[in-house]
């Protein structure tokens, strides 16, 4: 089964009066959201709808040649999350940003992010990473991060996937492009937490969970003691580790995206409610991980704001506060709109 009707009623209740509403004119009255994972690229899977915060993920028999290659449940849901219309994904995701007030971290390579900065300049925040540890061509990456951080205004490392890969973070064939970040004073956003939705072996073979263990960060934060870490998707589903490690480091933050909508909605709000009651509210980030569902940015955003167990002051935060000063962004002063958040950024010195 999907989403309990009563859930379904006040996650649609909040989206209509705070996410979803009409078209207004006057966009900047909505308080400001940072989302800090948003993908430039449009995801392969045209067509594909998906329920979010499905009940369950699906077992499998590798006698079916027909599996499909995710392991969500078929189950019908209210909302009903569909994908933008071939080759409008930036476009819709960008008009949906600007009726809800977000800017966006959005990662990519650097000549597709650098379109989403030129249709929406004041809302977005360029990222962009290296490609593999595993090839030779690690000189040539190296100087590409350095151009995009130094000559091209990006401002955040990632989304870095050595967990793709088996790797650890800590791995020394990652060392250079670690130090090059923490020459630039730029943050890192690191892939840590589950992947491939329940079918990884099918379609991602070097896919590792024991790669996204938080701890597995600590030699890494010991040789660079002033590096930022964003840990994508928050460690999921390893809490104790991560609460570990988020007290012996206190700049490092999470974010919370991809597990704010593709787990069962009481283990989502169960995990953040850990880490808050655990006494780091102040590291949570609001994120999407976007990547092919315009409407999952209201949906998402309608999980915190609707959260019992948050306060009004902890749902602001984790929307907007906590990502603003991990970024060092300056908010525009007497105003709460995000609109020209991306250029108050403190430039890395």
């Known amino acids: 089964m999907g989403l309990s ?3 379904a009623a006040i996650a649609l209740a909040g989206a209509a009066g705070v996410m979803v509403a009409p078209a207004r004119a006057a966009d900047a009255e909505l308080p400001p959201v940072l989302d800090v994972h948003v993908h430039a690229g449009e995801f392969p899977g045209p067509g594909m709808t998906v329920c979010p915060n499905a009940a369950q993920f699906l077992a499998s028999d590798p006698a079916n040649g027909k599996e499909a290659p995710f ?22 995701v960008l008009a949906e940003m600007k009726r809800l007030n977000v800017t966006a971290v959005v990662y990519g390579n650097p000549a597709d992010v650098k ?3 030129a249709a929406a300049p004041e809302r977005i925040i360029p990222g962009t990473a290296f490609h593999s540890v595993q090839t030779p061509d690690q000189a040539q990456q190296l100087q590409m991060l350095e151009l995009a951080f130094t000559k091209d205004g990006f401002k955040v490392m990632g989304e870095i996937g050595l967990q793709y890969e088996g790797i650890s973070p800590s791995d020394t064939r990652a060392e250079p492009y670690f130090a090059l970040a923490e020459k630039l004073d ?7 937490g589950t992947g491939g939705s329940g079918r990884a072996n099918l379609g991602m073979s070097g896919f590792r969970g024991s790669m996204g263990n938080p701890l597995l960060l600590e030699d890494l934060l010991a040789r660079h003691p002033k590096l930022r870490v964003q840990i994508m998707h928050a460690g999921y589903p390893m809490g104790e580790n991560l609460l570990t490690l988020l007290q012996a ?10 597990l704010i909508w593709s787990y069962p909605l009481k283990e989502v709000n169960s995990y953040i409610k850990r880490i808050v009651d655990g006494g780091f509210e102040d590291r949570i980030m609001f994120g999407t991980d976007q990547m092919m569902w315009p409407h999952l940015m209201a949906y998402s955003i309608s999980i915190i704001q609707n959260a019992d167990y948050l306060t009004p002051q902890q749902k602001r935060d984790i929307l907007y506060n906590n990502a603003a000063r991990f970024l060092r962004i300056k908010a525009p002063e007497g105003t709460s709109s995000a609109n020209g958040v991306a250029k108050n950024i403190v430039a890395a010195k």
Do not use: F
């Open 5 to 7: 009707a009563a859930v």
């Open 71 to 92: 392991g969500w449940s078929g189950e019908d849901c209210t909302p009903r999350l569909y994908p933008a219309a071939p080759g409008h994904y930036m476009e819709e």
């Open 115 to 117: 379109k989403w900065q």
């Open 186 to 192: 730029i943050p890192v956003a690191i892939h840590m």
């Open 249 to 258: 480091n206190s700049h490092v933050y999470v974010d919370i995206a991809g």
